[in-house]
């Protein structure tokens, strides 16, 4: 029986991967191109992209796959796309429209995507969350400078109207759809987690853009946000007719291929993750029902981290985002935490560190990585103080790990880092210490973001792992030891994401075939492709002893104390500088 493939697309923070599967979810051949982001050398908020540049990445991706498995471009049967949250700006033709700051803006050119680290829009989000509106109750209460919205207020405030008026305004995995099909319909996942579309009332909110200055989105049916017509499609529906001819032609692919509409990167994860089974001793555990989905959290973790869980009715949990009906499946919703820095936290720490030569010379010396070297020195310390555990070593030091910001449960970029028990010592040991207190932060961070999303109403028990993270065994295992509860990691953690978005593409394929479905089916349709599809996970339960689980309570009580503090100092400094 011929096989059928799907390729998953997923573009990250750094780089485009495209990814061939086949259905029962074996990954045949994947190929990256890294991306370029353009920094200010004099404003460290800005981050921004270009979307002919990501293009480009995945047409030799694409080509590169195809290559690599021997698969004929017929044999294709489905495509699907996630990407990051970024604002992806072009004019009414779909060319693009640079959004750097000076007398470039709003003309066009290559840098066209505001990043969505970039944290340019500070002021402007805090007029929205001044504002009391309807849509603040679905991002947990305050709306984040990192969504589209501010964003957009930014350059409205600083574009040229005539240039402005010309502009229509993407999050960017709806971007790269219309990219491919020609077709504009937007995602329900990226108009309502990023654009303040509120599928529970009618839609866009015409009394909030008006209110915060942009009311000629009202005057023009939202023609420049797309779904003026409310028309967005769930994850996975086909959009239009498929492959344009152009993009066929472009990425290598036959024209009318069919491509879902597509999900955020970390709701990608989800998909390639939740559904899984795991190694239970020598057994596996059941098939689980799409019920089960609620109590598995989806951590997507690479520069940054995503925290999704889905629930049958909306839980609205303050500082988290969401809840977010139909952002992947109809009538179910999902609610977001996040970390803003994680991966690249635990990069800076190491790469700012005055050892960090050192190290680098050693991990060439052992033919290992940086973090074999930091882990071996961890050990090699526990040998020397006589304690048991890396949490010992560093019982004396605390972290607060917000250096840019803090997304969830806080939801407040002015949060910033804070390090308590400093010694006088930059050596390597010192930076072995640091590296452990930064993967604890971050553990106890999404304990903080795990806790907060229970006490709403959630009932999480197990989280599953997706993302560069998932490699890091010591940081995997402080997961659970911290959030007391399972770490589930696939078989490959880093294919994760694009294994979600070939599921769209999959899903694309099918639903000809399904017919019409009532949005329970729907539902139920895509998570049996997701069972299908997904590898067989290990899970990694906690096993800290008494000692350490001591430690990390009181660790995680001093992490908690510590927002309180910084909050007090802040306000104290405030007041003083009146």
Known sequence: MPRNYYIGIDVGTGSVRAGLVQDDGTLLASSTE???TWRDPNDHRIFEQSTNNIWDGMCKTIRAVLAEAKVAPSDVKGLGFDATCSLA???MNGDPVVVTKGDKLGEIGDRNIILWADHRAEEEANLINGTGATVLDYVGG?????????????????MAPERFARCQFFDLPDFLTYKATGDNTRSCCSVTCKCSFVPTKNGWQPDFFEKIGLGEFVGNNFKQLGAHESNVLTAGIPIGQGLSKKAAEELGLLEGTPVGSGVIDAYAGWLGTVAGRYEEGR???AVPSIDESRHRLAA??????????QS??????????????????PGWWMNEGGQSSTGQLIDFMIRTHPAYPKLQELAEEQKTSIHEVLAN????LCKEEGVATWTELTKDMHFYPDLHGNRSPIADPRMRGSISGLALDDGLSDLARKFNLTLEAIALQTRHIVDSMNAAGHDITAIYMSGGQAKNAMLMQLFANTCNMPVVLPKSGGDAVVLGSAMLGRFANSVGELGKLSAEDQ????????IEMTPTATSVPPKANAKEKKLLEAKYKIFRESIDIQKRWRKEMEEAAR
């Open 523 to 530: 539902a139920q349709a895509l998570w049996d492709i997701m």
């Open 34 to 36: 890294s991306t370029i």
């Open 89 to 91: 700006v072009s004019d």
């Open 142 to 158: 305050v709306m984040s400078l990192e969504m589209e919205i501010p964003k957009t207020l930014w350059l409205k405030k600083h």
């Open 312 to 329: 049958k009715e909306g839980v609205f949990v303050p500082g988290v985002w969401g809840p977010y009906k139909n952002a992947v499946m």
């Open 283 to 285: 057994k596996l555990s």
């Open 377 to 380: 020195q961890l050990n090699e």
């Open 300 to 309: 997507c973790a690479g520069t940054s981290t995503c925290h999704i869980v």
